[in-house]
């Protein structure tokens, strides 16, 4: 799997060199840095050791949340959730060799991992969607406990709070479309505006790129280097990625006559990008952190 990932991205000798020096004094390597690296990219051959470390800084813990083999043999609080579990197992990457198969090395990771998380979590459960985080991070690093780990972190660590998204209602989720809809008031209010005049719900299109971190959209090239910096950065990169789509899709955003051919071209926005030149305009998508902490704030003191 590794070998033919590399064989389609090549890596930079560079790069590796500069990664592997970064992975030699990691904890004394300043967080500017890897972030730096992060956005030129981890080297695939390098992800399955890197990934795991950005998920572990900031002091996160993961020991209080119990054995990963014990709860994936615990019998569930809700038996309909493993069943929505299995339901779901051949709709995740069902093209890729790793899970297109009952009973492959994929679909039995997804398996343990989504009934561990569920029983880790029982007020979240699993919620579609799941599959393609667990997913992306099996393919990326392939230990199955470590997948798992790597799954509660995002989920659960306060920098990320994918939990928040997928909990009844998804809080956390209409928040991170609140926060979009600003973003467009900045950068793309032609296309704002008509949304609203057609009534376009920004979760009609939008929903699962917050959902699945656009594991559900994109090849793993293009996925792998968001997931770099989103897990070094947090969500900022995941609001320039949707923005950038919204940027380079213009023309054909434009072209629209009506609300039904504009929500079909928002979702195809994704369709056919190419991997440098989206993390190109992403990052010349500019706005603070204060921004969001702000919206955030205000989106909640009017629920």
């Known amino acids: 799997m590794e070998e033919e990932f590399l064989r389609v991205h090549p890596e930079k000798l560079s790069v590796r060199e500069r990664w592997s020096k970064a992975l030699l004094r990691w904890d004394g390597c300043a967080h500017m840095k890897k972030k730096k690296l992060c956005r030129v990219g981890v080297p695939q051959s390098q992800r399955k050791t890197v990934w795991p470390l950005l998920l572990m800084t900031y002091g996160w813990q993961l020991e209080k949340y119990g054995d990963y083999h014990l709860l994936m043999s615990q019998q569930p609080r809700d038996a309909a959730m493993f069943e929505i579990i299995e339901r779901d197992l051949g ?23 989504l009934r561990a998380y569920a029983n880790l979590n029982p007020e979240t459960g699993y919620v579609q969607g799941m599959g393609f985080l667990v997913g992306t991070l099996l393919i990326q690093i392939g230990d199955e406990e470590s997948t798992f780990s ?12 994918m939990a928040k998204l997928y909990a ?24 704002l505006k008509r949304l609203m005049e057609y009534g376009i719900e920004l979760s009609t299109f939008a ?11 994109f090849n793993f090239g293009l996925l792998s280097r968001i997931w770099d910096m989103f897990l070094c950065e ?6 320039r990625v949707a923005i950038a789509l919204l940027l380079l899709h213009k023309s054909a955003l434009d072209r629209a006559r009506d609300g039904a051919e504009l929500l079909i071209a ?5 369709e056919g990008k190419d991997e440098v030149e989206v993390i190109r305009k992403a990052l010349s998508v500019k706005f603070k ?15």
């Not at 069902?94 to 492959?104: A, D, E």
């Not at 790597?150 to 709070?161: C, D, L, Q, W």
Request: aromatic share 14%.
């Open 289 to 303: 952190t204060a921004d969001l902490v702000r919206w955030e704030r205000k989106f909640c003191q009017q629920l």
């Open 234 to 239: 947090g969500w900022k990169i995941i609001h």
């Open 150 to 161: 790597a799954f509660v972190s995002i989920m659960e660590n306060p920098r990320y709070s």
């Open 266 to 270: 928002l979702n195809t926005a994704h």
């Open 168 to 191: 009844p209602g998804f809080p956390l989720l209409f928040v991170r479309l609140h926060q979009l809809q600003k973003l467009l008031g900045r950068h793309c209010k032609k296309l």
């Open 91 to 113: 709709r995740t990457f069902p093209t890729h060799r790793l899970f297109n198969k009952p009973g492959s090395t994929g679909q039995m990771g997804l398996r343990s991992i």
């Open 207 to 217: 929903a699962n790129w917050y959902l699945t971190l656009f594991a559900y959209h």
